[in-house]
Structures are given as C-alpha cells and as structure tokens.
C-alpha cells in the first residue's frame, strides 16, 4: 500500500461521514481553542510581566531601609526567663511575646553615610541613591520659596526629556540644581528669553537644622497633614529654643515641670554649635517642564510630596546638603535604592543588606512571587484545557469505535481485498490524527480571531484600573505554542484512535463479511 | 507431461466452537487443482463450501492440516504475507457482492490495487477498462445503490480480476441473480480464466451450472470431501 493512499483512505472515510466528523471535530476545537489561549495569554501575561517590570531597571534595584530600633541592648532569648506557676503553653507563649519585645529593644540600624559607604562596597553593588530629598527654600534674587528639594540621578527618567531649557546632570556629584518653569513663572520669569537667562545663575537652597533635634521639639501639622512651611518651622525652632526657660509659667506640677525640664535638656552636647540653617548655591543648568500624564505614572512616589514645582539636584548633591544637619547624620535617609550589576546578584545582595541590619524591598521578589501566581492560574487554565481536550478524545474513542462497528463489513471487504491488520491499523489512527489535526487548527485559528477583541477589551481594562498603556500583546502566539498545541491535539486524538484502530485491525475477516 | 498443482489441501480441517462445543466444518479435506482446472464445489448449504473456499482465499486458518495455494504454504504464511497472498494471488467473489456501499464503482474496483501497491493513474484506469470490460463503462462513478443486482455482482467480478490473480474463488457468484444475468456473470469469470490460464473454484448448488461450466465437479458432505 502506498503512502498516498494511506492518507487518502481515511480522508475519504471522514469526509463519507461528514456529520459525525464535524460533531467530533468540534469538541477538538473546543479543546485546542482553551489551550491555545491558556497558552497565549501566559506567554503574553509573563512577557508583559517582565517588559513592565524591566522598565527603568526597577528588576536589578533594591530600596533599603533602615531598621528603627529601641533603646537596646537586647537581651539574648535564653537569658528571658518566664516566672510564676502556669502551663507549659502559656509560659512558651510569654517567652516568645518577651522575646519579640527585646528584639525590638534592639538598636536601629540607620542609612547613616557610613553605612551608605557599606552599602556601596558590597559585591555587585553599582549605585548607592540615598534618597535625600527634603524640605527647604529656595532663594533666586530677590525670590523665595519653601518647597521639597527633590533629588535625582543623571539618567532617571523621565528628568531628560523634560528639560526645555539647558541641560540635565551629568554626575551625580555635580554642583548644579535644576528649577522648574512654573516655579520661574511664579517668581515672574515667564518669558522663553527671561527662562534661558536663568541658565548659569545661582540658586540658594537653605535647609533647617531643626528636624529631628534630639530632646524637646516642636511641631505644627496643619489639619489636611501639611507639615509647616520653611518660615513656620523656623518659627517653631525658636520656640524650641524659648521653652525650657518658661517651663515655670506652665500650669504644671513640680513633678511635671521637673520632667519637662529633664527633657528639654537633653540635647546633645555639641547642639548649640549648630547653626540654624544650612545654605548651598547652586549654578542652574536646566529648566524642567511639567511631566506628561505618561511621565506622571513613571514618577517616584515622594515627588509628589512636593510636587515637581520645586528645584531638583543630583542624588550625592543632594546627600551632601541633607547630611549637613547634624540629626540627619546621625539618623540617616529613610531610603537608599542599590543598583546591582545583574538580575542573578540581586538576591544575595539582598541577603547581606539584611545581613547588615537593615530592611528593604526587592522588586525582583514581588515580581517573582507575580509570577507564581500568576504561573499557579496558567496552571489551573492548562488543566481545565487538558480536561476539555482529554474529554474530546472519550468522545473521539466513543464515535470512532461506533464507526469501526458500523464499517465492520467495510473492514472486512478490505481485508478480503488484501488489506493487512496494520493497514486498517493505520486507517482508523489517521483518522484519529486528522481530527486533531483539523481540531488543533481550526481551535487556533479560533483562539488568534477571539484574542484581537480580548486584547482591546483587556487593555481598556487595565488603562481604567491603573492609568496605564501595555506595550506589547498581552496574547501571544509563538511558533512553538503553536508547533504544542497541534501536536498536543494531534497526539490526543491519535491516543483516543489506538483501541478502535486495533479493535478493526483484528477483526476476523470472515465473521465481517457476515456481517449485517 | 507434469501439471502444475495450483490448489492443493492435505487432511484439512477446520473446526469452530469451544472444546466442550466443536462444529466441525471440514473434516480431513484432501484435494489436488492443477492449474487452470475448473472446478465446481457442489454441496448443500452447512457442508463446509465457503468454509474451504475462505481457508483457500486466506481469509481463515485451518484448525489441522495443509495446504498450498499459489505455490504458497498458506499454513505457514503470518498474517502480513497472508495479506498479501488475498491481494495479488487471489480474486474472490461473494453471493452477496460485499461491495462498499460509499464507494463508486470505480473506486470498488480500484481497492485491491491500493493493497497492492499500485499507483493511482495505472489503478484509475485499470478499474475503468476492468469495468469496461464487464459492460460498466458508463456506470464508473454510480454507486452500488444505484446499480442492479447484475451489475452490482459484475463489479464484484471486476473488483475480483482486476489484480489478474492465479486463483478465481467464486462462493455462488449468481445466487442472487436471475438466470439470464447468471449466464453473464458466469460467462465473464470463464472469459478471465479462459483468458489467463487462472484457476477456478466455483461454489455453487447448480448442478447443471457446474456441469456446463466447470471441468470437475467435487462434492463436500457434511464437511466431508465425496468426489
């Protein structure tokens, strides 16, 4: 028998039995069509995980931050002995309780610049960004304004591209401030040619010292949480000053005034030789226009603190101005994000900033733990397609053992006619097979059509929940997923054809042609 | 002057059933064709006709004995070779046809080319001419609903001949056929062994058929061979 015709007997046979064919066919369809779109959407979901996650390298950054502690030290957890009859339960649960409470009597590990310069000695580390932005005035001529002092990197975008005068740093140590045109616009620079003379000028940037003195403060946090202003915190630093001499004229206890004064005198000893505030001049070199909505969502969370209407300085500028208070060495930033070499590193970095006693956040981890999920619901998708396309094939079984019984005079003739075992064996498992074949086909051509409209409807989604446009197709069809899900149907059906095939290829011929 | 045997069965038996119910349908059967012989096996129905004309087709094994059909130790041959045996050494034809009903004339005829190999162009007109030649011509793409008994039966014949076998096993080819379709059915077998020296074994009850028709005439009773 020629390979030819044993393709084209069992063409032939299925298109003889056009109904069932189609009935049979379409529970394949159904089947490929949930498993190529199961696998569609997982490649998509976890390129688009990737491609969103990879962008501004947020993959090879670690944010750290500091551990707040007590007053320390701690005792070691053998040395916690619980007293007193009770059971053995509620001792252990005492012990555990004291035990957590020592470990956060614990001294703070703090961003110190020590501690920056560990961080930065650190094997794969590249960058250290302290995140020194911080509340101060700026003063151009006869201009001033309080507003947050933001700091950034050379390339972090979207800074470049907003520049629409001068230029955006080159280092991030250089002596330079960048200022945004609506800042300018209020001071009355509103003109293009006023704007570009501001380049090369200088801007005074003053920051209190008064933040995080240890001992007595004094806040003021207006009733929406706005925290005072540059000549209000000022204000409060005198009263700071004031108050342990008027501590008398409070209505208070001898017991309380004798504490407050305890209090208010416990500063450090070199307090005094601190001046009030810190000021720095800065050559301007860029102007900043406001981001677009696209550059809103691309912004880091404190700029909104402040909003963008402020001035701008590179990072180590920045660290180097913040670190001029005193309380600001001692206490540190409240962040750092580290930099490393390559997404493999960014674990055991991670393990020896914890190592070091700090805290942090790692988005390779949130993405990692994305992608579990994430992989976890492709599984349950995969299975639920597995069960579609393994149901197909008992339907598959069921109809061609029906067409082996209903062809057995047929399966006779042929063998009468000089048709071995294998060649009937082979007519029913083609057919099995071009069922899938067909079935896988026509269940990815299904799943292509229906992921046009289930990409759109898809992306409005996700551009109303989280003002966000996905670059790339969130439905992806790659060669091999289409090489797995037609060898996938085709296997499955051909399985589902192995026991009829094998019950026509040994059916005695003789009691066949008997056959009614 | 030897002659060539072309059938022979030495004590061929064949047996049915379980061991706690045997049937017997043949008992011992010993017989010699030479080539080119016509033969007619006469018998009534239950005496073990179709059981030895299926033993020599090959579409069944016996339970003892041998036999050789075609130069070919059919007790010997696995089930492959036996395949290949019914597809280019042997023609049969049935009483009841045993056409595919889905299946044209043409393509009935082509379908024991296709076991044998035979590409499709040589197959296609090959079946046409064996059609042509059994008077078909203009009925190639009917089907077997759409023909007559005679003409249904005239396309089992060209099915049966068109790989030119050795051997012509016809299990009453006219049973179902009037007599005056009977004559040319027959008549086209007779023209085909005449024609290529085959042998014939021709099953039937019709003792003047087999008188006519055939050069020996061996009886089967109760599986039983009475020459």
Request: glycine share 8%.
């Amino acid at each position: 028998m020629r390979v030819a015709d044993m393709f084209a007997l069992p063409v032939v046979a299925l298109w003889q039995q056009k109904s069932r064919t189609v009935l049979t066919t379409l529970g394949v369809v159904f089947g490929a069509f949930v498993l190529a779109a199961s696998l569609a959407i997982n490649h998509g979901v976890q390129q688009t995980i990737d491609r969103e996650s990879r962008r501004g390298d947020v993959l090879r950054r670690i944010d750290v931050r500091p551990r707040w502690g007590g007053q320390g030290p701690a005792k070691p957890a053998q040395e916690i002995v619980v007293k007193g009859k009770m059971s053995e339960a509620k001792r252990r649960r005492i012990h555990e309780a004291l035990v957590a409470k020592q470990e956060a009597e614990k001294p703070g590990v703090f961003l110190t610049p020590e501690m920056l310069q560990k961080l930065a000695g650190l094997e794969h580390v590249q960058v250290v960004e302290p995140e020194a932005s911080q509340f101060g005035e700026a003063r151009f001529e006869d201009n001033r304004e309080g507003l947050q002092i933001n700091s950034a990197r050379p390339d972090e975008k979207p800074y470049p591209q907003r520049i629409v005068a001068g230029r955006f740093f080159n280092d991030p140590a250089e002596r330079g401030a960048v200022v945004s045109e609506v800042l300018l616009y209020r001071w009355g620079i509103a003109d293009d040619e006023a704007v570009e003379n501001v380049l090369g000028k200088k801007i005074r940037i003053a920051i209190k010292s008064y933040v995080q003195k240890p001992g007595l403060n004094v806040y003021l946090v207006k009733p929406v949480g706005v925290p005072a202003s540059f000549d209000e915190g000022g204000l409060l630093s005198k009263v700071r000053e004031q108050l342990p001499g008027v501590i008398d004229q409070l209505d208070l206890t001898p017991d309380e005034r004798e504490l407050l004064r305890q209090a208010a005198a416990s500063k450090s000893a070199d307090e005094e030789d601190e001046p009030e505030e810190y000021v720095e001049e800065y050559p301007i070199v860029g102007v900043l226009r406001e981001p677009s909505a696209d550059e809103e969502k691309e912004r880091r969370w404190w700029e909104s603190l402040g909003g963008s209407k402020g001035v701008v300085l590179p990072y180590q500028t920045a660290a180097n101005l913040f670190f001029r208070v005193r309380a600001n060495r001692e206490r540190g930033v409240y962040n750092a994000t580290l930099f490393i070499d390559r997404e493999e590193n960014v674990k055991s970095v991670f393990e020896q900033v914890r190592k070091l006693g700090l805290t942090g956040t790692a988005a390779l981890e949130i993405i990692e733990r994305e992608r579990l999920i994430w992989s976890l619901v492709f599984g349950a998708m995969t299975c639920v397609a597995t069960v579609a396309m393994l149901v197909a094939a008992l339907g598959i079984a069921n109809t061609m053992l029906m067409s082996v019984l209903e062809r057995t005079r047929e399966i006779g003739i042929m063998k009468a006619v000089g048709a071995a075992g294998r060649h009937v064996l082979f007519i029913f498992l083609v057919e099995g097979a071009l069922i899938g074949l067909t079935g896988g086909g026509l269940g990815l051509l299904v799943a292509w059509a229906l992921s046009s409209p289930a990409e759109t409807w898809v992306r409005s989604l996700v551009n109303e929940e989280m003002r966000r446009n996905l670059s790339g197709a969130i439905f992806v069809f790659p060669p091999w997923l289409l090489a797995t899900v037609m060898l996938f149907a085709v296997i499955v059906t051909t399985l589902a054809a192995v026991y009829p095939a094998r019950r026509a290829a040994t059916t005695d011929p003789v009691a066949a042609l008997r056959h009614e | 002057m030897i002659t060539e045997v072309a059938v022979r069965t030495v004590e061929l038996t064949k047996r049915y059933g379980g061991a706690a119910a045997p049937v017997v349908a043949l008992r011992q059967v010993t017989l010699d064709v030479p080539r080119g012989q016509r033969v007619a096996l006469l018998g009534k129905s239950g005496s073990g006709k179709s059981t030895l004309l299926n033993l020599l087709g090959g579409l069944d094994r016996p339970t003892s004995g041998g036999m050789s059909v075609a130069g070919r130790e059919l007790d010997r041959l696995s089930s492959r070779e036996l395949a290949r045996f019914r597809a280019h050494a042997v023609g049969m034809i049935f009483q009841s046809f045993n056409l595919i009903a889905s299946r044209t004339a043409l393509e009935n005829v082509e379908l024991p080319m296709i076991f044998a190999g035979v590409p499709r162009r040589r197959r296609r007109a090959e079946a046409g001419r064996a059609l042509e030649a059994v008077g078909l011509g203009a009925r190639l793409d009917h089907r077997p609903a759409q023909l007559s008994g005679g003409e249904s039966q005239r396309v089992a014949v060209a099915r049966a001949l068109v790989n030119r076998p050795e051997i012509v096993l016809a299990d009453e080819p006219t049973g179902n056929l009037d007599s005056a379709t009977a004559r040319e059915v027959i008549a086209l077998i007779l023209d085909h062994v005449r024609e290529h020296g085959a042998t014939l074994i021709l099953v039937t009850h019709d003792e003047e058929l087999a008188r006519e028709c055939t050069d020996r005439v061996v009886r089967l009773k109760d599986g039983e061979l009475c020459e």
